[in-house]
């Protein structure tokens, strides 16, 4: 079964504070993703990584960075979060061989306030 | 571009009746089509796709969707609803070389009342 483990399910932070969401999949998955999840909007993209060290921009990139120092393991950080960042955010990995018919894996999702 | 748009954010309906949920794409490009059921708490599972063939696709638990290009659409139904069936469901759509990137819809949230 594949795993998909994110670090804290619920975070709360004051504004201006460094945030580091961790996520980490055993199936050794090329793919990795961060989504935030809001109300009536679905799930958008974030960031995306492809392999160790590489990463791209999703739809809403602007106060989020990343990091993907090891295959496992994808890293979404908040500079200095603002309240509009108080979301639900979700990680997901999925295996680079099956192109885009291949299927994302999710983690449980970490909501996070910030107050 | 692509975009997915599931309309109503809210469906209810009876235990023991029919399930549709409608989701409407854009592409211009032959879609890869999604559907992903989202229970309390919890991530995201894949509940079935379509990539290529037979364009009516079953997935788990009794959930079944029909591709149709010339209405683009890509709705989920079921025929009877059960309890267990409450939940959020995303519909999305990646493309060819689009590296696995999946746009997803605004979702629809399904209760099932007894």
């Known amino acids: 079964d594949v795993k998909v483990t994110q670090s804290s399910r619920y975070l709360v932070k004051r504004t201006g504070e460094k945030v580091f969401l961790e996520c980490v999949q055993d199936m050794d998955h090329e793919n990795m993703f961060w989504y935030r999840q809001d109300p009536g909007l679905g799930l958008r993209l974030i960031y995306f990584?492809?392999?160790?060290?590489?990463?791209e921009k999703g739809d809403i990139p602007e106060g989020y960075s990343v990091s993907r120092e090891k295959k496992e393991r994808f890293s979404l950080i908040l500079e200095s979060a603002s309240t509009n960042q108080t979301s639900m955010y979700l990680c997901?990995?999925?295996?680079?061989?099956?192109?885009?018919?291949?299927?994302?894996?999710f983690g449980p999702g970490t909501r996070l306030t910030v107050l | 571009a692509q975009s997915v748009t599931q309309l109503g954010s809210h469906v209810s309906v009876s235990e023991g009746a029919l399930v549709l949920l409608r989701c409407n794409y854009s592409s211009s490009v032959p879609p890869y089509l999604f559907w992903y059921v989202q229970y309390p708490n919890q991530g995201l599972q894949l509940l079935l796709k379509y990539t290529t063939g037979a364009t009516l696709v079953k997935g788990i638990n009794g959930f079944e969707a029909e591709f149709k290009k010339s209405e683009t659409s890509f709705h989920l139904t079921k025929p009877l609803a059960h309890m267990s069936d409450a939940a959020e469901y995303f519909c999305a759509v990646s493309a060819y070389n689009q590296g696995g990137k999946l746009i997803f819809g605004q979702g629809t949230e399904l209760s099932v009342k007894p």
């Open positions: 990584s492809y392999d160790v060290k590489m990463k």
């Open positions: 997901a990995s999925s295996f680079r061989g099956g192109g885009s018919t291949d299927t994302q894996y």
